[in-house]
Structure formats: structure tokens, C-alpha cells
């Protein structure tokens, strides 16, 4: 497993409480393909807190991706939905948290939040 992968998910368990997931409650599993192994990582989410294991556990949503591609979503280089759309990567379960991905991702390199844009276009 490469090491873009292992933060993300150690960062994801650091971080504990996501806000923006406060009202979600279910399991993801990201079975990652590499080397002819695959990788098993399990996310449970519970009103916003987050919990991180390698369990080969049944999940609310399974998502399968090669390692590479992961790490690209993983700095912001590819996002999920699209992904999923052009079948980079596949899923089993519930659609909501295809969308919910989007949340735990990066954003793309460049990008600045909206907020942001807005003052910085005010300061001129």
C-alpha cells in the first residue's frame, strides 16, 4: 500500500469528528487493488465522528479502485463522482456515499473555497 494511502486514512482516524458529517451515520469499505493483493479499508462514520480500521467488515458501501487512482483522489487530482462515472472506480450499496467522498478528498490543486474567491475579488 503507498504511503499517500495510509495518511489519508491515518489523518481521516486522527481527525476523529468530521462537522460536515454530523448527520451521517453508516460504513464505507475501499477495497484497493495493488500487486495482485488487495487492501481493505474500513471507515465507519457516526454523527460526524470517524473511525478507521483494515477490517474486511460488510459495509453500507463498498468502493474498489487501484491504489494509483486512489492516490490521485487522495491529492485532489481526480474526484469520485466522476471517477465512478467513467468507472475508474466501482461501487456496491448505498449511492449516498459516493457523493459524501467528495467531502473526504482533497480538493484540486489551485482550488480555493468559494469564500475566498469572493474576498480576494473584493480586495482589488
Known sequence: ???TTREF????????????????NG????DLEHDHEVDH???????????????????????????????RMVRGEAKPLPAWLRNEITTEGK????????????PPPGARHPRMAVRDRGQR
Open 27 to 30: 460504513t464505507i469499505r475501499f
Open 1 to 3: 500500500m503507498s504511503e
Open 9 to 24: 486514512f491515518d489523518a481521516l482516524e486522527r481527525h476523529g469528528h468530521e462537522r460536515v458529517l454530523k448527520k451521517t
Open 95 to 106: 449511492f449516498q456515499f459516493i457523493v459524501l467522498l467528495e467531502r473526504l478528498f482533497a
Open 41 to 71: 479499508w474500513f471507515v465507519e462514520i457516526r454523527g460526524g465522528v470517524v473511525r478507521v480500521s483494515q477490517q474486511n467488515s460488510d459495509a453500507d458501501t463498498v468502493v474498489r479502485s487501484d491504489n494509483a487512482f486512489f492516490d
